[in-house]
T-cell receptor
Framework: QKEVEQNSGPLSVPEGAIASLNCTYS??????FFWYRQYSGKSPELIMF????GDKEDGRFTAQLNKASQYVSLLIRDSQPSDSATYLC??????????????FGKGTSLLVTP | DTEVTQTPKHLVMGMTNKKSLKCEQH?????MYWYKQKAKKPPELMFV?????LSINESVPSRFSPECPNSSLLNLHLHALQPEDSALYLC?????WGLGNSPLHFGNGTRLTVT
């Protein structure tokens, strides 16, 4: 089983600050990287995806990928209390059935305090 | 609103019951998935259908039986479940399966309680 590691948190940041969420992965062959936001009791919601090394920005969100270091991160600028949720990192990779599937990290809980 | 629709939202069933979870998507996606998620855990893959064919079965017990009647519909038939099967069941779809490069779009889930 390919590993996707995240700090479970909680990560606490004040409102208006930058939240930095990190994820490492073990499969060097992984090509696709996704960030999902999940509010308590709700389903995961796609926030960002990134395929190439470097940064990808979408509004207040920036995904950063470094394949050499096997590291992907999500930055949230101007954090709002509504950003408080669990953020799941997902990385594609081969699974035990000779197919490909997304491997999810355990998620980082983010708390944005007013 | 999600473009992947799951019904019912909540389901309570006894261990001798037979029930079905339903999922529908109209995004033209060719891959559909069932995931199971327990509290404070990441989603766990159960099944993958690609072009209406079962492509992955993650060694799921036979009391869970998937069905893909057409490219837009995915069902999960439940029979003789155990209390430990209580969880949030998530349906997802993606443009294709292949190398796992397509983002998954999740439905709102069915909260299942087995009594």
């Amino acid at each position: 089983q390919k590993e996707v590691e995240q700090n479970s948190g909680p990560l606490s940041v004040p409102e208006g600050a930058i939240a930095s969420l990190n994820c490492t992965y073990s499969d060097r062959g992984s090509q696709s990287f996704f960030w999902y936001r999940q509010y308590s009791g709700k389903s995961p919601e796609l926030i960002m995806f990134i395929y190439s090394n470097g940064d990808k920005e979408d509004g207040r969100f920036t995904a950063q990928l470094n394949k050499a270091s096997q590291y992907v991160s999500l930055l949230i600028r101007d954090s709002q209390p509504s950003d408080s949720a669990t953020y799941l990192c997902a990385v594609n990779g081969r699974n035990s059935n000779s197919g490909y599937a997304l491997n999810f990290g355990k998620g980082t809980s983010l708390l944005v305090t007013p | 609103d999600t473009e992947v629709t799951q019904t019912p939202k909540h389901l309570v069933m006894g261990m001798t019951n037979k029930k079905s979870l339903k999922c529908e998507q109209h995004m033209g996606h060719r891959a559909m998935y069932w995931y199971k998620q327990k509290a404070k855990k990441p989603p766990e893959l159960m099944f993958v259908y690609s072009y209406e064919k079962l492509s992955i079965n993650e060694s799921v017990p036979s009391r869970f039986s998937p069905e893909c009647p057409n490219s837009s519909l995915l069902n999960l038939h439940l029979h003789a479940l155990q209390p430990e099967d209580s969880a949030l069941y998530l349906c997802a779809s993606s443009q294709d399966w292949g190398l796992g490069n397509s983002p998954l779009h999740f439905g709102n889930g069915t909260r299942l309680t087995v009594t």
